[in-house]
């Protein structure tokens, strides 16, 4: 599936319209009045000397609306202009929909005009590219199981050497939490699963890798590819199920928690839109463990460097998990520094909603945008950015070197690795160690 | 006080560490006694060393040894080349060629190539391997060669490396110090250096680690050192 050759099937595209024709999109594209209180909400809009066309209202209006309009009779020329304000000027952050009076959700149009433009094989490369891994590994990079048992292997035996008698369970029945990850950790970062495995070991956390399902990531969803996205989250849910685990736990992305949390239950066809296993997020977890103790953090190894906290979209704004979030930074660092606007209202880092994974051919523009990102984080004079999000990461690291902001980008878990306490009977004893081999 | 070693803690009374026996020679003033224990520590030590488990893992692997080369594409490590080839010949072993895209970002699948960023498919790869097979075969012709074979994958260097090793539970590394990101930017024999690669691979591996050099960058480190003398 490429985006050179497309062959424009109205039938399809009529199909999608009708079956979203129901009385919430109708009364929105009616509703909207222009009134362009979204425009401001917008980062695209203010990263792009404030052009009108940037603004959410025309964006679904121009999509959306005109399909509408004009049944889904559109030339290939229309469904281009659709692709790139899909996917190049909208990140589906939800921001837009808190400050309309109405209330509409923006983000939802856009995701069906990505749909649509799916159903037509137009869709960014990269997005395109993770589709075949996700049908054939169950993941967006084409990880086979036996590599994330070896690198959960590898990983543990790492970080053995910081804490005693750490290891990797993998699908382990009856476990209380069963850890889903992004696949860029055991790719790119598998310093993340050494970490998170110091931090359940310490917690003394009930927890198992599975080996399918394992993939919290949806990027099916994003390339508007709804089949597919309910496959690879229900592939998750009945893992959960089979392992009979009390909760699915996402890593730090924001993303996955979308999914699984709410988009899911409905991509995979759970009619009450509940998903059939609690879903809990890391920050909610972390959280958990610092406020009961679980955890406790060593006062004279708090973080004396300026700290901010990037709220992802979809961790705070649509898990409403902001002030958890706080409240670990709050607990590891003494000098925290809150964004301008925050919370709920934060900004999105310009790198969600499938930008990041589409990689260099949307480069210059997801830099572009990022500027309002990289003026928040410049006015709070932060030196460390903490984003519990892996997309976040990877666009904060980027908007680091574009725009010189010095500052070290860190999980959650790089610090509450870094300020713990670990007990006397879990530092590792070098002599018995030696004899371990 | 703790031992400058082990860190193990050493007694004020001792004049050594109990657990590594410190130093290999022997002090002026340190009494006969005490270094024939340090000597018993040592020896002990040592036995507890070749016993272990790793050691055992490779005494059942004696049987076909493995060295895996790690190549940056550039002539450079070359010099690290003729160091696995000449490993490889003497002890009969395989050597496994191996080269990894570097991916540019650490989320999509995208990499660089000599001809820019590109996604990596199987041609980049099936591409890759023929010039490396073409490359260091055209360098052992009319020699002795080794059983070869060439690999290829993307990511981040080190990780794949050190995954590579684990997986094929390779005897030794052989690859160079460092290599340059930028080709505009050439080598700096001026400054010879260690790359994060050469030092999270030499940190992490479970194997050991060459990382050989150049004679002009051995030259440049003794200026190096002997200007930093004169400071």
Known sequence: ?437 | MNCPICNNTINENETFCRKCAWSILRADNEPEQDYEERFKIAKKNWERLIACECEARYRHLHKEHKILFCTDLYASSDYAFKAAVDLARECDAELIIYHVLESRHRYSGQIITADGETWASKEVFDKLRTSLQKYYSAKLENQPAPKMRVEARSGIPWIEIVRMARKEKVDMIVMGPYSIRDPKNGFDLEKPRLGETAKQVSLRAPCPVAIVTSPDQRLSLEQQTSAGEEK
């Open chain 1, 1 to 437: 599936m490429t985006e050179n050759n497309i062959k424009i099937d109205i039938s399809k595209i009529r199909e999608i319209l009708d079956k979203n024709n129901g009385a919430r999109i109708r009364s929105w594209l009616s509703i909207c009045s222009r009134c362009g209180l979204c425009a401001e909400a917008c980062f695209f809009f203010l990263a792009n000397d404030k052009n009108p066309k940037y603004a959410p209202a025309y964006k679904f209006q121009r999509t959306l609306g005109t399909l509408y309009k004009k049944k889904g009779k559109v030339d290939e020329a229309f469904l281009r202009e659709c692709h790139d304000i899909a996917w190049g000027e909208c990140t589906l952050c939800k921001r837009c929909s808190l400050y309309c009076p109405f209330g509409i959700d923006i983000a939802a149009m856009i995701a069906i005009v990505r749909s649509i433009c799916f159903s037509q094989g137009l869709i960014p490369e990269g997005l395109a590219r993770t589709l075949p891994n996700y049908e054939q590994f169950g993941n967006q990079m084409a990880v086979t199981v036996e590599d994330l048992v070896e690198t959960c292997e590898w990983m543990a035996e790492e970080a053995r050497d910081e804490i005693k008698n750490v290891t990797i369970p993998i699908d382990t029945s009856g476990a209380k939490y069963m850890y889903t990850i992004n696949p860029r950790e055991v790719m790119f970062y598998p310093q993340d699963l050494a970490m998170a495995a110091q931090i359940f070991t310490v917690a003394e956390e009930s927890w198992t890798i599975p080996t399918t399902g394992w993939d919290c990531t949806n990027l099916a969803m994003y390339a508007g590819n709804k089949e597919l996205a309910g496959k690879v989250v229900d592939a998750m849910y009945k893992k959960a199920l089979e392992l009979e685990v009390e909760a699915i736990l996402i890593t730090e992305c924001g993303h996955a928690m979308r999914s699984a949390a709410y988009e899911g239950p409905y991509l995979a066809n759970y009619r009450n839109g509940k998903p059939p296993v609690p879903i809990v997020h890391s920050v909610q977890l972390f959280y958990e463990y610092i406020r009961d103790g679980r955890i406790k953090i060593d006062p004279s190894k708090k973080i004396d460097l300026p700290v901010t906290y990037q709220d992802p979209c979809n961790v705070s704004r649509n898990a409403g998990l902001w002030e958890q979030g706080r409240e670990i930074v709050r607990a590891i660092c003494n000098d925290f520094r809150d964004m301008s606007p925050n919370r709920d209202h934060n900004h999105c880092c310009g790198g969600g909603g499938g930008f990041i994974p589409m990689g260099g051919p949307y480069r210059k523009r997801r830099m572009r945008s990022g500027r309002i990102k990289a003026e928040q984080i410049r006015a709070t004079e932060a030196k460390i950015v903490i984003s519990p999000c892996h997309n976040c990461y990877d666009q904060l690291n980027d908007l680091n070197k574009e725009y010189d902001l010095g500052v070290r980008v860190v999980s959650l878990k790089e610090l509450i690795i870094e300020t713990m306490v670990v007990p006397e009977h879990l530092k590792p004893n070098p002599e018995s160690q030696n004899e371990e081999g």
